[in-house]
């Protein structure tokens, strides 16, 4: 994850010049991860940022910094200006969210887009098990060809049984067990 969240704020920044264009140009990236398990075992702190720098405190570049926020180590009393927001972002049930919403005025707009988004999330659930239905119709496809894969193996045993294989041989060829091939 780590390499991943740097990796696209690299590239933000190498993204937004053209061919030949002046360094200049560049902007300031912030990339922000919010993330709804502990990335960062290390620190105990909920937000943590990131910039270049030497081992001096020097700063490189101001050009890419990288704030992480772990939602599970938010404390559960206000402590910062963004404490109401991130408190809204680890909600889990309708209840919390109206309560933040009754003591946090800013939130009552975000609050009632996310009920709305509960449309969202049927549509999506729909989707989810559309999806999950066509791949468990294709597990079952390939587990026909395994199974026929399997009778046509027994066969084969069979025919060489017939014409007087012996077991270890039948075993060789078709990959079948000893006492697969003793029940055919």
Known sequence: MRSRVLYYGARLVGDQLKWSEKYKKLHHVISIVICDHVLLNE???YM???ELKNEKNRSFTDLLKVVI???PKLPEEEDSAIWPWLRFLKCKAKEE?????RK???LKKPVRCAERMG???SIRDYYFHRNLAKED???LHLQWKL???EEGKQTIARNALAEGSTPEFVQKITGLSLDEIAKL
């Open 104 to 106: 946090y005025p800013q």
């Open 97 to 101: 969210c109206e309560m933040l919403a």
């Open 48 to 50: 943590n940022v990131y």
């Open 69 to 71: 926020i772990e939602l």
């Open 137 to 139: 119709e294709r597990m």
């Open 119 to 121: 449309l969202i999330e």
């Open 147 to 149: 199974d026929g894969i």
């Open 43 to 45: 620190e105990d702190s």
